[in-house]
């Protein structure tokens, strides 16, 4: 896929705004949704098209008009913890509502922002307070992957700040939960985008030593 227009939900996260630039770079067209006015400059500055949008307000219908004329939907976004409720209202219910959007939309290649434990038996307690995202995120990548969508599921480690390395490692190469730099999964996220080999993949993945773009191909995933 070259030139795509691409639709990133969650536009003003961490990961979303190390992302904005290298798919503007790519000479994808790019836009950025984010629901505070207040940020619209500086998502601007990655030169994405800012659209100020709460998608947890939002039903398919609405949220189906916003994806209009795009080629692919990139989740990255989230409630940030902390308050259940939101976070059952984003990472699960929101998610699930954009993708059933993304169908109707005509937007058929979807990529998913997730994180390294997702699944649905991912065995953490119901006292646990990372419990409703554990229960949130397992729910939306097990109904992604249900879909007719060309999807992607890209489940990065603990996220630090750290400079960008270009290398990471893969659960298919033997990678068990660690760290890597939000750096690193912007690259992985604008990668994968246009990579045919990751299409209905969950890859899991950390640092490493492997160069993306190695990482991501078919002989690494299969």
């Known amino acids: 896929m070259d030139n795509v227009r691409v639709l990133v939900v969650g536009g003003h996260g961490k990961v979303a705004r ?9 000479g994808h067209q790019v836009t ?12 601007a500055e990655t030169g994405a098209a800012p659209v100020v949008a709460d998608v947890e307000q939002l039903d398919v219908e609405a949220m189906a008009t916003l994806f209009a004329g795009q080629d692919a939907i990139i989740w990255s ?9 939101r976070t059952y209202a984003v990472d699960r219910d929101a998610a699930i509502r954009s993708m059933d959007a993304a ?27 990372f419990f409703p995202y554990a229960e949130a995120k397992g729910a939306a990548d097990a109904y992604l992957a249900s879909t007719t969508l060309d999807w992607t599921i890209l489940a990065p480690s603990r996220l630090t700040l750290e400079p960008p390395t270009g290398r990471i490692e ?11 730099s939000r750096a690193d999964v912007a690259a992985v996220v604008a990668h994968a985008l246009v990579e ?27």
């Open 32 to 43: 950025a949704v984010f629901r505070d006015p207040a940020h619209g400059a500086e998502v």
């Open 77 to 85: 976004a989230g409630a940030g913890g902390g308050n259940p409720r």
């Open 103 to 129: 169908l109707r939309a005509g937007a058929r290649r979807y990529l998913m922002v997730s994180y390294f434990g997702s699944q649905i038996d991912h065995g953490l307690s119901a006292e646990s307070d």
């Open 196 to 222: 045919p080999a990751t299409i209905h993949r969950v890859i899991r993945f950390n640092a490493g030593a492997t160069a993306i773009l190695d990482a991501l191909s078919e002989d690494d995933l299969a």
């Open 170 to 180: 893969t659960a298919n190469q033997g990678a068990t939960a660690g760290s890597v």
């Open 18 to 26: 190390l992302l904005l630039p290298l798919l503007v770079r790519a």
